[in-house]
C-alpha cells in the first residue's frame, strides 16, 4: 500500500509565498515522477509542475518563475515553492506520483489535496 501526504496549503495575500511538501510512504521500489495538478473551483484539475526521478522539470505556462519544483529522493518527498502568488492560483493542489512497488507494479498514486487561498 503507497501513501501519498500533503501539508502547507493555506491562506495568504496576493505577492505572498506558501510551501507545499508531499511524503511518499509504503511498499516502494521506484519513485519515477512526482508532479503537482491544482483544481479551481469549477474548473479541471491541471498539471502546474512536474519532476522525474532524474531531476528533470515541467511547469505550466502559468507558474514558470514564480514556482518551483524539487525532491528528495532519500525521503521520498517532494516540495512545491510557491512565491508571488495570485489569486488565480487558488485551488485545491493535489500531489501525484508515479509510483513502482516491491511488487513491480507501476502505477499513478494521489494525495488528499490542500488548499491554497490567495486573497486579500
Known amino acids: 500500500q503507497v501513501q501519498l501526504v500533503e501539508s502547507g496549503g493555506g491562506s495568504v495575500q496576493p505577492g505572498g509565498s506558501l510551501r507545499l511538501s508531499c511524503a511518499a510512504s509504503?511498499?516502494?521500489?521506484?519513485?519515477?515522477?512526482m508532479g503537482w495538478y491544482r483544481q479551481a473551483p469549477g474548473k479541471q484539475r491541471e498539471l502546474v509542475a512536474s519532476q522525474a526521478s532524474r531531476g528533470n522539470s515541467n511547469y505550466a505556462d502559468s507558474v514558470k518563475g514564480r514556482f518551483t519544483i524539487s525532491r528528495d529522493n532519500a525521503k521520498n518527498t517532494a516540495y512545491l515553492e510557491m512565491k508571488d502568488l495570485k489569486p488565480e492560483d487558488t485551488a485545491v493542489y493535489f500531489c501525484n506520483a508515479d509510483i513502482t512497488s516491491f511488487a513491480s507494479s507501476r502505477r499513478d498514486y494521489w494525495g488528499q489535496g490542500t488548499q491554497v487561498t490567495v486573497s486579500s
Open positions: 509504503g511498499y516502494i521500489s521506484t519513485i519515477n515522477i
